[in-house]
């Protein structure tokens, strides 16, 4: 069922995974080189964010201690030099919405992928797929260049270093010897201003309108990299317009607009997002955790604490329905664990049964990738057909007869369909963009049919 004829153009955030895996020699030579006692002075202060090496490695020790996954913002881009030194990375991988997409995409081996991100270091580059496009202009023309032929000298670089720990290393501080008591990673990711900008550059921006006849649909993601103030004295505000210039032209060329949601911890830049941007496009892409997040911008607090709370799929489908009627887009698409659901209007042309349909390409597609860690080929998307729905399917499906008693569900198309959830994942980074992926193109297929 994969969609082979049709294009879709992706932006805007693609950055580098770098993975360490850390061993007992590594922790405790990073360790040696400070003192044990500013070590734990600074543990106690509990940096929030990393600026220089110390607040790294007292915050990666506060992780193994606990044995919890972590994560801290980078904020000094200099320090990029004392990470490439001090450590070897056992991989690098692309990371990023639109980064994750373009490549799933290509794998599918679908008409035409075009990739754009605003900053293109060769080292981001050469991580996309052989096939991926990349808008470039030269001598006044807009032309679609091999992504890995178009990078840019001199472009900032965005690395989110991921360290996997595991249950058991033991290692030094001072006097007390410490045994990780639980396997997991800590992640250091890039939040420098300089890689902060989510937009289309200006030698690229009027030339939207062309890039819009050459596909069916366009997925934007990355706004949650925004920042509220720039040293320039450009703010979200300034940026969050250009993006929406930017959604408004392809909807002139009937281009169908798919955004990828994520998580956004300063709730005056989630409100922005919220109210500057999904209005403005067809489809959004959520998680559990992310209705009750809008929900709370909304108004509806009661009900966000009540997901929040209880995590109940009636009270997830109620918050679902609340924020496609404030927000008026076409449909809602909600990625969890378990389960997967549409939400859309009675009046949307697809049936209940294609819905369900879009929404088991983007499980199976999932479920491929988590098995063999990356999408090669169309024929990749069968190994996903291959793995078991989810161990709590029935009971997923017992919770949606007992919502549809209970709610009024009669404007709306509800669709509920539990997930296939491979149990040794080979790869967990980035499921539920490949879901979102997949389920916006065949969401594509069958309008394209009516």
Do not use: C
């Amino acid at each position: 069922m994969i969609p082979e004829h049709l294009s879709i153009y992706t932006a805007y955030n693609a950055n580098i995974d770098a993975i360490v895996k850390l061993n007992q020699e590594t922790i405790q030579n990073l360790i040696n080189a400070f003192d044990p006692d500013e070590v734990k002075r600074r543990i106690e202060e509990y940096p929030r964010e990393i600026n220089e090496p110390i607040d790294f490695v007292a915050r990666l020790v506060h992780t193994l201690k606990l044995g919890k996954p972590a994560a801290v913002p980078l904020v000094n881009e200099k320090m990029n030099e004392w990470f490439d030194k001090t450590f070897r990375y056992e991989e690098e991988r692309l990371g990023g919405q639109a980064g994750i997409i373009a490549n799933t995409l290509a794998g599918l081996k679908i008409r035409k992928v075009i990739a754009y991100t605003p900053f293109l270091p060769k080292r981001l580059a050469e991580l996309f797929k052989k096939g991926v496009l990349y808008p470039v202009v030269e001598n006044g023309e807009l032309q679609f260049k091999p992504i890995q032929e178009a990078y840019r000298e001199g472009d900032p670089l965005k690395i989110n270093r991921i360290f996997e720990f595991r249950k058991g290393l033991k290692f030094k501080l001072g006097d007390e010897t410490i045994e990780i008591p639980n396997s997991g990673r800590f992640i250091v990711s890039a939040r420098f201003e300089s890689i902060s900008r989510i937009e289309t550059r200006e030698d690229i921006k009027p030339f939207l309108g062309e890039i819009g006849k050459e596909v069916d649909g366009a997925i934007f993601s990355g706004y949650q990299g925004l920042r509220t103030k720039y040293s320039d004295g450009k703010d979200a505000n300034y940026y969050l317009r250009r993006a929406k210039e930017d959604i408004i032209e392809f909807k002139e060329k009937d281009v169908k607009i798919h955004v990828e949601f994520a998580s956004v911890q300063d709730r005056k830049l989630r409100k922005k997002i919220i109210t500057n941007i999904l209005p403005f496009v067809d489809s959004v892409g959520i998680d559990e955790a992310e209705i009750a997040q809008i929900l709370s911008v909304l108004g509806y607090r009661e009900l966000a604490d009540r997901i929040f709370t209880y995590n109940r799929l009636e009270d997830s489908i109620l918050g679902g329905m609340i924020i496609l009627d404030e927000l008026n887009f076409e449909i809602l698409q909600v990625h969890t664990t378990y389960y997967l659901m549409y939400i859309t209007h009675r009046d949307n042309p697809l049936s209940e049964e294609e819905l369900a349909k879009s929404l088991e390409f983007g499980t199976t597609l999932a479920a491929a990738r988590a098995s063999l860690g990356d999408i090669r080929g169309p024929d990749d998307y069968k190994v996903g057909l291959k793995v078991p729905f989810n161990e709590r399917s029935e009971y997923v499906k017992l919770r949606f007869e007992e919502a549809k008693s209970r709610l009024r569900m009669r404007e709306y198309k509800v669709v509920v369909i539990p997930t296939r959830l491979v149990q040794n994942p080979v790869l967990t980074v980035g499921l539920g963009d490949t879901i979102s992926a997949g389920a916006f193109l065949t969401y594509l297929e069958f309008l394209k049919r009516h």
